[in-house]
């Protein structure tokens, strides 16, 4: 049991390294909301067009600084958001994928 334990511990502390060692960078893309007319496409479904990439996170945000006509079937603004490596930001951009600016 202790091997066990230490073997998820080695694991996640690896991830966390990998994670912030400057290495990462978000990407996004918008997920197809309209006004009037629900959300659109899930984090996890959306993520499937990174085949390939390791997603080292995922999230839905907004995108920030830029405004939407209040009108039905007009945009929302809402993103899926995707941590990845740098060496993978090409793929991502092939894919339809923007880098997230950091404010």
Same mark, same amino acid.
């Given at each position: #049991? +202790? %091997?066990?334990?230490?073997?998820?511990?080695?694991?996640?502390? =690896?991830?966390?390294?990998?994670?912030? *060692? &400057? !290495?990462?960078? !978000?990407?996004?893309?918008? *997920? &197809?909301?309209? !006004?009037?007319?629900?959300?659109?496409?899930?984090? !996890?479904? #959306?993520? %499937?067009?990174?085949?390939?990439?390791?997603?080292?996170? =995922?999230?839905?945000?907004?995108?920030?600084?830029? #405004?939407?006509?209040?009108?039905? &079937?007009? &945009?929302?603004?809402?993103? +899926?958001?995707?941590?990845?490596?740098? =060496? *993978?930001?090409?793929?991502?951009? =092939?894919?339809?994928?923007?880098?997230?600016?950091?404010?």
């Amino acid at each position: #049991m +202790n %091997k066990l334990i230490a073997l998820i511990l080695s694991a996640t502390l =690896a991830a966390c390294a990998a994670v912030s *060692d &400057g !290495q990462t960078i !978000q990407v996004y893309k918008l *997920d &197809g909301a309209r !006004q009037c007319e629900g959300a659109g496409i899930s984090v !996890q479904e #959306m993520q %499937k067009e990174l085949s390939g990439i390791r997603v080292y996170g =995922a999230e839905k945000s907004a995108l920030q600084g830029v #405004m939407f006509p209040a009108v039905c &079937g007009g &945009g929302t603004g809402s993103i +899926n958001v995707y941590t990845i490596t740098e =060496a *993978d930001v090409k793929k991502a951009q =092939a894919r339809g994928f923007q880098l997230l600016e950091s404010e």
